[in-house]
């Protein structure tokens, strides 16, 4: 290991969080572990039927100091000590309601089980109906859409809808919350130790894309607005904020509590948190015209564009476009889709279902053994799905589906939205709807590009990164074949990571900006996809029957 600088970068994804020592000199990943989330692993706290998921914050609390001190144990004796700072992502939006010292209430032995006193997950759907009167409101009272740099349509995944859902649903949560944090706040302020509610660093870019934030109304919405919607929501702005931050902005020195949890130093720079995806975005090495697609439960995909091309435009159907919510100088754009590798593993759950239920009820050997053959063959669903799948010609099959399995998130956001596939017969094999669906996620994709191109947003290139992009080649050439685009995936493992802590790089004093960080640290890709012609061809038909099909579900999901 060289005498450079080291930063870890922190990733709090859906599952686990992931951790990363990077050096800034050379850019190596001189270390990488992770730590999955207890409660939410034994599947506490969630209802899927009901889109309800929520996690536990000591969850967030156990998981890091694991990863973290597994990943420094990889490092030669006193590396530790080289740790200049840290970078924090997480998913969003996020929130969860705090007290007045910013600890949020499940922490309580009051609310220890209250699952709305928990972090509402990104992908709850709880608050459709909130969602829908943010929407109306914004659009009938006579003043400011504040959901215009949203894309036009507020989402149930987001800030205010959740957090008036909750104050609906459970009044002991709502009266004892003195203000709300995304996890993205919250993390680096639990780190620094500066929890205060009214003085924690909040986060540009969960702010601008997730909290209808900006500039342009001076901050959050109205008091005026906000009483509309409810009286409850005008008195707690006070106890929010004003001001927001970019990633490569200090949050702080590292607390000497955690410091001697970790085994770092109270001289570390803790960062300003950011969102997944766009910490994702700059350490696959975004620029302009290039959308780096973040392939996992969900996709997140980001653009990044300089202010004079879009020319004041503001785009229809996203999920936000914000100043300087990647990188500051550059306006952020945010599209994606609510279910990508969730719709494959709700299917794997699906078939794995009779087998998991036979072992459970069997006699015939011992509880261990067949549990420890039933989770084998659930592992390998999707592998041999996969391999049939790839042999299959593509448009042989008469199948066709939608997406849609946790609503729609981009183009123009419907939570309400559900999954479809037609053309099954009696000879639909299991391979053949595997495939379908994975076509599904791959036209979902295509639908998102082919809305930013309308709108004169430049999308040259493709850069994937994630699980799926670094997993299934299935998934990644049907997907460049679908877009008729090369896809070039990004060698780092950890890109949200790496993105992560090259915002704390920066935020350290290490780097100038971003970009600088970028050239040092940045991973390269380390292979490509490219669209093959016939298959390209076959897809740009079949992809006319999905909008098609797309048109006719969207019109009866109206009458539920």
Request: proline share 4%; charged share 20%; with cysteine.
């Amino acid at each position: 290991m060289s005498e450079e600088k080291l930063v870890l970068g922190l990733d709090f994804g859906t599952d686990s969080v992931r951790s990363v020592v990077v050096n800034t000199g050379t850019g190596q990943e001189e270390a990488v572990a992770a730590a999955g989330y207890p409660r939410w692993l034994a599947g506490k706290y969630c209802d899927p039927a009901q889109y309800c998921f929520r996690q536990h914050p000591l969850d967030y609390c156990e998981a890091l100091e694991t990863a973290v001190t597994e990943c420094l144990s990889q490092l030669p004796s006193g590396a530790a000590g080289m740790i200049t700072a840290i970078g924090i992502d997480t998913t969003g939006s996020t929130p969860c309601a705090v007290d007045r010292k910013g600890m949020p209430l499940a922490l309580y032995d009051q609310f220890a089980e209250n699952s709305n006193a928990m972090f509402v997950l990104w992908k709850d759907h709880s608050a459709v109906d909130e969602a829908e009167l943010i929407n109306e409101t914004s659009k009938q009272w006579g003043g400011i859409d504040y959901t215009s740099y949203s894309g036009g349509i507020y989402s149930a995944e987001w800030f205010w809808s959740k957090i008036l859902y909750i104050l609906k649903a459970d009044q002991a949560v709502g009266e004892s919350a003195f203000s709300w944090v995304e996890m993205c706040d919250w993390l680096p302020a639990l780190l620094t130790g500066h929890t205060d509610p009214l003085a924690i660093k909040r986060s540009r870019c969960a702010a601008g894309h997730k909290a209808m934030w900006h500039e342009e109304w001076g901050g959050l919405p109205s008091h005026e607005f906000l009483s509309l919607l409810d009286p409850r929501l005008s008195i707690l702005k006070p106890n929010l904020y004003r001001v927001t931050e970019t990633a490569d902005s200090p949050a702080g020195k590292l607390s000497a509590e955690w410091a001697k949890k970790l085994g770092l130093n109270t001289t570390t720079t803790v960062a300003v948190g950011t969102l997944d995806a766009h910490a994702g975005a700059i350490g696959g090495g975004i620029e302009p015209g290039v959308m780096v697609k973040i392939m996992g439960t969900s996709t997140c995909d980001i653009i990044v564009s300089p202010y004079e091309m879009l020319e004041g435009k503001i785009i229809d159907g996203i999920c936000g476009q914000v100043d300087g919510s990647v990188i500051p100088g550059l306006l952020g754009l945010e599209a994606g889709q609510s279910a990508f590798g969730d719709v494959y593993s709700w299917f794997r759950d699906l078939l794995a279902w009779p087998l998991k239920e036979i072992v459970r009820c069997s006699s015939s050997q011992p509880p261990e053994i067949a549990a420890e053959v039933s989770d084998e063959a659930e592992n390998m669903i999707l592998e041999k799905l996969s391999e049939a799948a790839a042999d299959l010609e593509t448009g042989s099959e008469s199948l066709l589906a939608l997406d849609w399995l946790n609503g729609r998130r981009t183009p123009y956001a419907n939570q309400r939205l559900k999954g479809a596939i037609t053309g099954l017969t009696l000879g639909t094999s299991a391979p053949a709807f595997f495939r379908a669906l994975v076509e599904a996620t791959a036209f979902g994709s295509k639908a998102i590009i082919d809305h930013l191109k309308k709108q004169g947003v430049a999308v040259n290139e493709v850069a994937a990164l994630g699980g799926i992009a670094k997993k299934s080649s299935l998934v990644m050439q049907i997907t460049a074949d679908v877009l008729n685009m090369p896809i070039n995936v990004v060698r780092s493992e950890q890109a949200c990571a790496l993105g992560a802590a090259m915002c704390g790089a920066v935020a350290s004093g290490i780097f100038k900006d971003v970009n600088q960080a970028r050239e040092k640290m940045r991973s390269g890709y380390s292979e490509v996809y490219r669209p093959r012609p016939v298959q390209a061809g076959r897809y740009q038909e079949i992809y006319a029957d999905y909008q098609k099909l797309a048109g006719i579900i969207e019109k009866q999901c109206k009458w539920y």
